[in-house]
């Protein structure tokens, strides 16, 4: 997939969305660039840590259940990178040694499926509250 393939406003915030299943990134993608976000999918971890050095990012939104790196194992190597934008993480059912680790790491925790506009609420909210 390549990126900016939807339309996106000027200014909108960057987002990195990072999920191992085409057609939901697909989706998620055009619901953020339509919402006025500028997006960028990365089809895992290791995608995104190859690449994230070119550009920064304001939000980032990870599937949990990722191959190779959790979605939180990649958090963490972002943190230990220096870099620790805006995350949520997506997940299915969590449990609560999940949703204690997500706590400790400043993660906000989205359980799928996700209806409507709750990730692109959320993610306003969280850039609106600074």
């Given at each position: ?17 990072v999920?191992?299943?085409?057609a ?21 971890a290791?995608?995104?840590?190859s690449?994230?050095?070119r ?21 963490e ?8 934008p ?12 999940l ?26 909210a ?5």
């Open positions: 997939m390549t990126t900016n393939q939807f339309p996106t406003r000027e200014g909108g915030a960057r987002v990195f969305v999920d191992s299943d085409p939901v990134l697909h989706s998620f993608q055009f619901a953020m660039a339509v919402g006025g976000f500028d997006v960028t999918p990365f089809p895992d290791l995608a995104l840590l690449g994230r050095m550009v920064a990012c304001d939000v980032l939104v990870v599937e949990h259940q990722l191959p190779v790196f959790t979605g939180l194992d990649l958090v190597a972002l943190k230990k990178a220096g870099q620790a805006r995350t949520f993480l997506l997940a299915t059912n969590p449990n609560a040694a949703r204690r680790r997500a706590r400790a790491a400043d993660v906000k925790l989205i359980e799928k499926p996700i209806l409507d506009d709750a990730l692109t609420d959320a993610i306003r969280s850039l609106s509250a600074g």
